[in-house]
């Protein structure tokens, strides 16, 4: 079956620490992958999209990047994380328009 | 370029009852498909229902339905007998040209026993 993976579940960083998050799926192979923010109470902002290993496209200039070294790995990296990049943080992955997404439990990230 | 909006950001439902949350987009596309997510508290995101923009029927699973208005470019979410677990969030979400999706704001459906 086909799942998605992604860690940590909650992280408190330290202003100008560095950041990774990483999402791992099992069970496709090519898929697209993608990770969104989440602001408190807010909708879902695209950071990053991957077609395949990388290549990856930013939908908004921002202090993150993101790197897909395998076909089912995408991490997301900060190198001086800001009190702006706290949020919930969701990978989610696609095969195909018609299936529609299925996401990752999410990444609950504080700075202070 | 893709725009999807919700207009309502709050609604409440008495328990049975039926809602309607309203959601709108924009696309040169003539054929694509659209979805609506639930968000309970757990902030996992849930697929509802999604509709194939060229299928003229609307699309239903158990409680839910949608009513599609392709020329309108209306994509609302009809929740019938409303139940306690149903209160969550719900985003209107459709697909770009690399099957970016693009989210509406969200609407916050408050169900009241």
């Known amino acids: 079956s086909q799942t998605i993976h992604q860690w940590p579940a909650t992280l408190v960083q330290p202003v100008g620490s560095p950041l990774s998050l990483e999402c791992t799926v099992e069970?496709?192979?090519?898929?697209?992958l993608y990770w969104y923010r989440q602001a408190a109470g807010r909708g879902l902002q695209l950071l990053f999209y991957s077609v395949g290993i990388g290549q990856i496209s930013s939908e908004v200039p921002q202090n993150l990047s993101a790197s897909r070294p395998q076909d089912r790995q995408f991490i997301l990296s900060s190198k001086k994380l800001l009190l702006s990049d706290s949020g919930f943080y969701l990978c989610a992955w696609s095969v195909h328009p018609s299936a529609g997404y299925t996401f990752g439990s999410g990444t609950r990230l504080t700075v202070v | 370029a893709q725009t999807v909006t919700q207009s309502q950001p709050e609604m409440s439902v008495q328990e049975a009852e039926t809602v309607t949350l309203s959601c709108t987009y924009d696309?040169?596309?003539?054929?694509?498909?659209l979805f609506w997510y639930k968000q309970p508290p757990s902030r996992q995101m849930i697929l509802v229902i999604r509709q194939e923009a060229y299928k003229q029927q609307n699309a239903t699973e158990n409680r839910f339905s949608v009513n599609f208005q392709k020329a309108a470019k209306s994509f609302s979410l009809k929740i019938s007998d409303s139940q306690l677990g149903d209160a969550a969030m719900y985003f209107c979400?459709?697909?770009?040209?690399?099957?970016?999706?693009?989210f509406g704001t969200g609407t916050s459906l408050t169900v009241i026993p």
């Open positions: 696309t040169s596309e003539s054929d694509y498909y």
């Open positions: 069970g496709t192979s090519n898929p697209n």
């Open positions: 979400a459709f697909p770009g040209p690399v099957n970016q999706f693009y």
